[in-house]
C-alpha cells in the first residue's frame, strides 16, 4: 500500500495561485496512477485532474482546464497541482488520491488509498 500526505494549502485572494504537493511512501508511487479531488463544504468530493503512472497523460475537470496544472516525479514519490487565477469557487479541502487502475478515471471509488487532504480558501 501506499500513504499520501498533502501539503501546500492556504488563505489566497481571487486570481492568486497555489501549488499543492502529495509526497507518497510505501510501495513504489510509480505503480500507481494518481488524482486530485476537492470537497467543498456540504458537497460530495469532486474531480479536480489525475495522471498517468508515467506522468505522459493528464486530464482535468471542465471547471479547472486551462487553469490547474497535475503534474508527478516518479524519482521522488510526489505529485504536484498547480492551482492558478483561482477563483472563489475553488475554496475546498483538496485531497490526492492512487488508484491501482491502468486506466485513468475521475471516480472516487476507483481510487484505493488516499491522502488526509489541505484546506484552500480563496477570497473574494
Known amino acids: 500500500q501506499v500513504q499520501l500526505v498533502e501539503s501546500g494549502g492556504g488563505l489566497v485572494q481571487a486570481g492568486g495561485s497555489l501549488r499543492l504537493s502529495c509526497t507518497a511512501s510505501?510501495?513504489?508511487?510509480?505503480?500507481?496512477?494518481m488524482g486530485w479531488f476537492r470537497r467543498a463544504p456540504g458537497k460530495e468530493h469532486e474531480f479536480v485532474a489525475h495522471?498517468?503512472?508515467?506522468?505522459?497523460?493528464?486530464g482535468y475537470a471542465d471547471s479547472v482546464k486551462g487553469r490547474f496544472t497535475i503534474s508527478r516525479d516518479n524519482a521522488k514519490n510526489t505529485l504536484w497541482l498547480q492551482m492558478n487565477s483561482l477563483k472563489p469557487e475553488d475554496t475546498a479541502v483538496y485531497y490526492c488520491?492512487?488508484?491501482?487502475?491502468?486506466?485513468?478515471?475521475?471516480?472516487?471509488?476507483?481510487?484505493?488509498?488516499w491522502g488526509q487532504g489541505t484546506q484552500v480558501t480563496v477570497s473574494s
Open positions: 488520491a492512487a488508484s491501482q487502475l491502468w486506466r485513468l478515471t475521475s471516480r472516487t471509488n476507483e481510487y484505493d488509498y
Open positions: 510505501g510501495r513504489a508511487f510509480s505503480s500507481y496512477s
Open positions: 495522471i498517468a503512472r508515467s506522468g505522459g497523460t493528464t
